[in-house]
């Protein structure tokens, strides 16, 4: 006979609810204002965005609040306090408890403080990558670091200061854990890069070139037609940068990009946000409000996108079904490209400056460099004056070129000027985490790229579903990677993925 | 010298701002659910958009509300309590004070019973109308009205239980002073309508037929983009019905709809949005927040979509300026038709048994006739059971038409099952208002007719801003009516313009 759930758990999952409801209306804000906002409106809603923002944040730290969590845990120490919990049950409340503990450990007098002092920073990170002038952001990235330290100090930790910060965004990675896994990686990866180099360079030309902005609409909108994803619960429209955001797993909205010199940005575009995008109708409704309906983690949700945007979306069999479609759309130009060779242009290896749209062999390479400098401005081992030089340096040692300025160097992300410390390494955590899943979907589907060829799809998402967005938040990165494949999560998949495929499309 | 305002206005003011930017995100989760949310949103919407009404709710009879009010004003009374306001703040002091009189004077328990019969009440007018059958819908609507002749008591009236009802949509009128202008209205025409039906019919063939919904969504954008109206601030969308909403003054959307068998009817919509759009973009930003940036009532609002929809939109200037656009259009069907017969055509006289989409004639008979009956309704003086056969006696005596089923007949309005009543008539008064209006406009611009006739609207538009837009609730609609012209407001100007317009286009 399934027991009761406490009452206490009742209450807290409602008011949580409230909240997530709250969230949802925010996301639509930010939706509204990236693709249909008339650009007049944006001063009102700065202010829609900031009165919601603080009714959750108040929300969040209300008596009430505080008072119904106390009742089924105490948030300091983990240590649950009621009987009859399920297993699930527990492991929300465990979540609700720790996401309690890291949102009110900070005072609002901090809040507010490094929220103004971001906002500011990120209009003169906006100057200096214009004017390639690090001066002008300098003084707010050393400021900016100040507080950052000061956060971690505030938020607790073991060994290094960055892992306070890495935890909010990955919490069950520590810096040591992520130098474990990045060391070899980068070693595999520079090794790999190397041999590509010394091979003849793909012919990749019929890819750039002018492609008429209303095909390539259509191309997106065709492509997403095919992905297993119900048009009741989802839509997709334009925006200046491609993103994804479910307002519930009924109401997801994803966008992309159209530029004017090439086509597959916007394909891969959509592959990527349609991946965040199944993540999220995955996660259980009935849940709606807990944390076993909320995604483990940004590397897992960056894991779902890259799946379906390199794993299937950059892979051959996608390509022999999806092909013939973008061959009529456009006829003079690939009309007689045959699709072995447009399937080596698409995977073309290049060591390039800027890390977005960088290419499967050299992407987390860009990372692993974010990831060093980081941790070294954060512990203090590497002074802001310093970054430029330890930029080109890294760039030189990792990808072996070097950006001429800075806008193209140390200026190019905007994540440090919003104070964002502990999130790169999520990028490509989640690239690894994808290969890692992909290792036992592949063992379980041995015929995956025979049914991906015939346009079958839909099993992929249903393996997705049942082995990782069924579960939210009941397990950690750690133990979902062990529990779907068997094996501890590193590298290695990752790295096997790579060097079979480069190997093949490189001949090496 | 200037003087300052005092800190408790502002006080409120800025409360009263929250609770305005709380409703421009509500109006967005309208807006959005009418234009581009996903079919499956619409329960993660509701629970959205109940959130934010209880949370409106909340606020508006909140403590801090009710204190920060009473000191500038004793609501009950209107009294105003402290010095140092101008005239303007007094005004806003007193609209205020007379908003939260009204909407504390429903206890929750009425509201929320209330709230959940109209709820029940619209699906079931929805399936009787469907199934044309009004007994499924007769028990609801005596229910409505037992209710509504409660709310009336509790609001309080002098004369008539309508006047507490109507007051709530248009503040400055009784059922007494509507029926002294209804009564010569109808009778003026009605005699009109006679006179008219003996004259030829009008040939209007070319205005039906098959219209590409491509071309229609590019001639509406066409036309408003010729209207006086900021592209930066606004934006057109399609909706299964059309609708504006201002979320700001600098963010204001409208919609419109596409009907394949006819062209007029979207023109027409984006016309009467626009002119609802204008006002909402001319109230006062400075005053963001106080009832000095509201509309002065639903007839003010109507008056601004009807001058555009028809005073200017149904003119013969107006289309000497885009006829040609919509010949370029449609040349196949509309190349060969002189513009005169197309303004003949547009402008046929037609009693139909539908109010939507009525011409300038018979439109406000359709509105007298539900003034009638739900007066009699309410009063008691109707019992349910005998609505279809009123109606029908009602449509004879003043359309000539008589519907054949009680679905085209007593059932075609969604507004009574919604519990509104007293609704009706601003729709009517929006037409009088706005001949009225007009009556000072084209005094003031003589040649108004050779500006138009050159596409010059600018000068309407400000226009109206400086006479109407720019005072928001400073007014009531009899003093802006009187301020404006000259005159005391009444169905005179109306009915000359009709007479004077109908004269001509049907040789009387």
Redesign the interface.
């Known amino acids: 006979m399934a027991k009761k759930t406490p009452q206490a758990y009742l209450d807290l999952k409602e008011t949580s609810a409230?909240i997530h409801?709250?969230n949802?209306?925010l996301s639509?804000?930010h939706w509204?204002q990236e693709t249909?906002?008339?650009?007049?409106?944006i001063?009102?809603?700065s202010?829609?965005i900031a009165?919601?923002s603080s009714?959750i944040h108040d929300m969040k730290t209300s008596r009430k609040y505080r008072g119904q969590l106390e009742k089924l845990i105490t948030p300091s120490t983990g240590k649950i306090k009621i009987k009859g919990l399920s297993i699930r049950e527990k492991a929300a409340v465990r979540e609700w408890g720790k996401e309690f503990q890291r949102s009110s450990s900070l005072p609002s007098s901090f809040v507010n403080k490094f929220s103004k002092l971001t906002s500011e920073a990120s209009q003169r990170w906006q100057i200096a990558r214009e004017e390639n002038n690090f001066k002008l952001f300098a003084p707010s990235l050393s400021k900016i670091l100040d507080m950052t330290r000061e956060k971690a100090a505030i938020y607790g930790y073991d060994d290094h200061p960055y892992d306070a910060l890495l935890s909010g965004y990955e919490p069950c990675m520590t810096s040591a854990k992520v130098r474990k896994i990045f060391t070899p990686l980068a070693k595999e990866l520079t090794h790999l890069l190397a041999r590509i180099r010394e091979k003849p360079v793909i012919n990749d030309r019929f890819l750039r070139g002018a492609f008429d902005g209303k095909k390539q609409t259509e191309l997106g909108h065709a492509l997403l037609a095919k992905l297993p994803i119900?048009?009741?619960?989802?839509?997709l429209?334009l925006s200046a940068h491609p993103f994804s955001v479910a307002?519930?797993p009924?109401?997801?909205?994803i966008t992309t990009r159209i530029l004017s010199d090439g086509f597959m940005s916007n394909i891969l575009s959509v592959l990527h946000e349609a991946g965040h995008s199944m993540y999220e109708m995955g996660l259980p409704t009935e849940e709606w409000g807990t944390p076993l309906a909320e995604a483990v983690s940004l590397s897992i949700h960056e894991s779902q996108s890259r799946w379906w945007e390199t794993l299937i979306g950059r892979s051959l069999p996608y390509w022999k079904h999806f092909y013939p479609e973008v061959q009529k759309t456009y006829p003079a130009k690939l009309g007689k490209v045959p699709l072995d060779k447009f399937y080596r242009a698409i995977n073309k290896v290049t060591p390039s400056l800027i890390r977005v749209e960088a290419d499967e062999v050299t992407y987390c390479l860009h990372v692993i460099l974010r990831f060093e400098i980081e941790t070294a401005l954060v512990s203090g081992d590497l002074q802001v004056q310093d970054l430029p030089d330890a930029w080109r340096a890294k760039m030189k040692e990792l990808l072996g070129v070097e950006p001429k300025t800075d806008s193209e160097g140390c200026l190019q992300d905007i994540h440090w000027s919003l104070g964002d410390f502990g999130y790169f390494p999520t990028y490509a955590l989640g690239n690894l985490f994808a290969a890692h899943f992909f290792s036992a979907f592949s063992k379980e589907h041995r015929n995956w790229d025979k049914r991906v060829a015939k346009g079958d799809l839909g099993f992929i998402r249903e393996w997705l579903k049942v082995n990782i967005h069924s579960f939210g938040k009941q397990y950690n990165s750690e133990q979902l990677a062990k529990r779907v494949t068997g094996e501890p999560f590193s590298e290695k998949a990752y790295c096997s993925y790579l060097k079979k495929k480069y190997q093949e499309i490189y001949e090496l």
């Open positions: 409230t409801t709250y949802s209306i639509l804000l509204d249909f906002m008339p650009p007049g409106g001063i009102p809603r202010e829609q009165l919601l009714q119900d048009p009741a619960y989802s839509r429209d307002l519930h009924h109401d997801s909205r």
